[in-house]
């Protein structure tokens, strides 16, 4: 015999993971407008996450830059394949810890967990310029990685969680051209830096670790206090 609470029960609602099945499930506050809240959030969200994963991926491949100006030369990386380990060893601990950086990220808000990880590149990419061997070149090279670890995810995460999909796809679009700047600048801004050559008794390697650091500082201040509602 059928129970007599089944009759009772209320039909489930289906819907196909669109916006407009039911609009009432993500309310436009009275005060604006879809498109004006939309613009608001690209502000607030898509230029920072641009800038952090630039200076971020600058900081990947700016060994290869800072080879040119003497870092092998300094460091003694010419043999042993000393600069291919070098290299190398920034991808262990990016591929390993992805996944603990993702749980971390879950526990803390985006904010405090992005802006972790780019203080902790960023001041390991200030030690990078104080090495004086090879084995502190792969100490950075290995916590650059597990600081970097987390930006790419996290930056992924938080533009799927402000978005719709029909709108994160041009997200991820733009953010993905921030790459492409710092492939299209890295080589002009490192042969600027490079001009310091010499300053103080420093070879001109040793000054984009420090210039660096500076755009980091700023960007993490600004950052931070644009996502304190995030």
């Known amino acids: ?54 200076l971020a991926f600058l900081d990947r491949v700016n060994i290869a830059n800072a080879n040119v100006f003497g870092l092998s030369e300094e460091l003694d990386l010419a043999r042993d394949n000393r600069y291919n380990t070098a290299l190398v060893i920034f991808f262990v601990p990016y591929i390993l810890f992805e996944i603990p950086s993702n749980v971390l990220l879950k526990k803390m808000k985006p904010r405090v967990w992005l802006s972790i990880c780019m203080f902790g590149f960023g001041l390991v990419t200030m030690l990078q310029g104080f090495v004086q061997n090879y084995s502190g070149l792969l100490a950075t090279r290995f916590f650059l990685g597990v600081f970097e670890t987390g930006m790419f995810p996290g930056a992924f995460y938080l533009i799927g969680m402000w978005y719709r999909r029909h709108e994160a796809q041009k997200r991820y679009s733009f953010f993905f051209s921030s790459t492409t700047l710092a492939g299209a600048f890295g080589g002009l801004l490192a042969s600027a830096i490079g001009k310091m050559d010499g300053m103080r008794g420093y070879q001109g390697w040793r000054y984009f670790s420090t210039v660096h650091l500076c755009w980091k500082s700023l960007t993490l201040a600004d950052g931070s206090s644009f996502w304190k509602d995030s």
């Open 1 to 54: 015999m059928p129970s007599p609470d089944v009759d009772k029960t209320d039909p489930i609602p289906h819907y196909d993971n669109t916006y407009d099945d039911d609009p009432a499930l993500v309310p436009c506050p009275p005060n604006t407008t879809e498109s004006k809240l939309v613009t608001k959030i690209d502000l607030h969200v898509i230029p920072f996450l641009c800038i952090m994963y630039l």
